[in-house]
């Protein structure tokens, strides 16, 4: 049994839509990350979010983590070629040690 | 300043050798962390360094599995015998305690492949 549970797996959309990801589990989180993983890389840290409700945007990556720190988004908006890739989220679980609980990942393929 | 580094970056063993994967911290980081994503699956945590010492070794598979940390600076970790199993992709990350403590840096990986 996955802990994170993100969706979708895989996304294929086109240059100029929106998107969402998502990523749910029924544990708490003391602390929540996004990473982007390009193919022969390791994952690159997008975000880190640590209050219930915060919301944090990247230009156009809007992250959001759930009042309950259990559950989190990643809203894309006007997506780009250049936004393909693995998007991990992690979770460092409350009264845990430092370590990072990852989702499965969610492949994001934009095309031109 | 240079991110986290690991070598090597692909290593192709038969079963029953041994394999030492070495990483190389950002320099100052205290916290070491191994982690491992076999085929299809998540990316899934084997331990933690806090300087020299282990911190956390719950994820280690097993007793094939060996990592050090010597002076606190760079690790390695030796998998002796290897086994099909353990073919996939090794990550290490490392961070310093700040104030949202579980940020991390990863390095690229060294792809593991146990024939």
């Known amino acids: 049994t996955q802990l994170l549970e993100q969706s979708p797996q895989f996304l294929s959309i086109q240059e100029g839509e929106n998107l969402t990801v998502y990523c749910n589990s029924s544990?708490?989180?003391?602390?929540l990350q996004w990473y982007r993983q390009e193919p022969g890389e390791g994952p690159v840290l997008l975000v880190t979010v640590v209050t219930g409700g915060e919301v944090k945007k990247l230009k156009r990556l809007t992250f959001q983590f759930g009042d309950a720190r259990k559950d989190s988004s990643l809203h894309i908006t006007a997506a780009q070629t250049g936004d393909t890739g693995l998007y991990l989220c992690?979770?460092?679980?409350?009264?845990?040690?430092?370590?990072?609980?990852f989702g499965s990942g969610t492949q994001l393929t934009v095309l031109p | 300043e240079a991110g986290v580094t690991q070598f090597p970056s692909h290593s192709v063993i038969e079963k029953g050798q041994t394999v030492t994967l070495r990483c190389d911290p950002i320099?100052?980081?205290?916290?070491l962390y191994w982690y491992r994503r076999v085929m299809g699956k998540e990316i899934k945590f084997l331990l933690h360094f806090v300087k020299e010492s282990k911190q956390d070794e719950s994820g280690m598979p097993n007793n094939r599995f060996l990592a050090e940390r010597t002076g606190g600076t760079y690790s390695t970790l030796k998998v002796q015998p290897a086994e099909l199993e353990d073919s996939g992709v090794y990550f290490c990350a490392s961070s310093q305690v700040r104030i949202v403590s579980t940020e991390a840096f990863f390095g690229q990986g060294t792809r593991l492949t146990v024939v």
């Open positions: 992690a979770g460092a679980l409350t009264g845990s040690a430092r370590q990072l609980t």
């Open positions: 320099s100052g980081h205290d916290n």
């Open positions: 544990s708490v989180f003391s602390s």
